[in-house]
């Protein structure tokens, strides 16, 4: 028989241990640090509103065009993007762990996706000169990185003028970046913010670097 004191005893340890990870989350976003390779279980689960058909709808890649993605872990993105630019176009994509890229690289061998070069890079720092990309695309990253404004400001330089970003974000990540700050920060790194969608916790937002002005 369950007793009340039972009772109370389980809604206390439910209380500690919802504490317990408020205050794990805090510890994470107050150090923005990347996930570790040995947590990746967790980004290989399905996401039904940030999915891979709805990454493709709002970044619309088109065949042949060169794209960037930063931060790609196990690649949940990357395949699907791949085979839309494909034959002629190429993924690029760009994470700051080894043991990621390695792991993509061999995932991407067994699905037969020729078009993608996983690279180890930091996107606060981004290897590539200026113009470099039609379209760039960051999902469940932006608040792993310790200067996210550097790294905005290093995709608006690498994509072209009119180039497309699309940011994806989504809880209970504990790096997750509200729509209102990421929006904010988009705009002073030169972004014209366009639209998101999505729900309240879990959205794309896409933006584009204003065409170039200059006269040839
Ligand atoms: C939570 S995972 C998301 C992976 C993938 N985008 C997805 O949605 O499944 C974040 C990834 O960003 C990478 N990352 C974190 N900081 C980075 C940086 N400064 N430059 C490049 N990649 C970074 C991490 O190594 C990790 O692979």
């Known amino acids: 028989m369950v007793t009340r ?3 109370r005893s389980l809604a206390l340890a439910g209380v500690l241990a919802a504490l317990a990870g ?3 989350a805090l510890r994470w976003r107050r150090n923005p640090s990347p996930c570790p390779y040995s947590q990746r ?3 290989d689960l399905p996401r039904p509103v940030i999915s891979r058909s709805r990454l493709c709808e709002v970044l619309e890649p088109q065949p042949g065009e060169r794209i960037l993605e930063l931060g790609p872990g196990t690649g949940y993105y990357t395949g699907a993007v791949a085979g839309a630019v494909a034959p002629s176009g190429a993924v690029h994509a760009v994470d700051v762990q080894r043991p990621m890229v390695t792991d993509l690289r061999s995932r991407l061998r067994e699905r037969g996706h ?4 996983p690279v180890r890079g930091d996107g606060q720092a981004l290897p590539y000169p200026d113009d470099s990309f039609d379209a760039a695309y960051l999902v469940l990253v932006l608040g792993e990185i310790p200067d996210q404004e550097r790294t905005l400001a290093e995709l608006e330089r690498v994509l072209k003028p009119g180039g497309r970003l699309v940011v ?3 809880l209970p990540d504990p790096h997750f970046v509200t729509r209102e700050t990421l929006r904010a920060r988009l705009e002073r ?3 014209r913010f366009e639209d ?3 729900m309240c916790g879990s959205y794309f937002a896409r933006a584009s670097v204003p065409p170039s002005t200059t006269a040839d």
């Open 196 to 198: 998101d969608v999505g």
């Open 114 to 117: 020729d078009a993608v070069a």
């Open 5 to 7: 004191r039972t009772v």
């Open 22 to 24: 408020v205050a794990y």
């Open 41 to 43: 279980v967790w980004i």
């Open 168 to 170: 994806g974000e989504s």
């Open 189 to 191: 790194a030169g972004f």
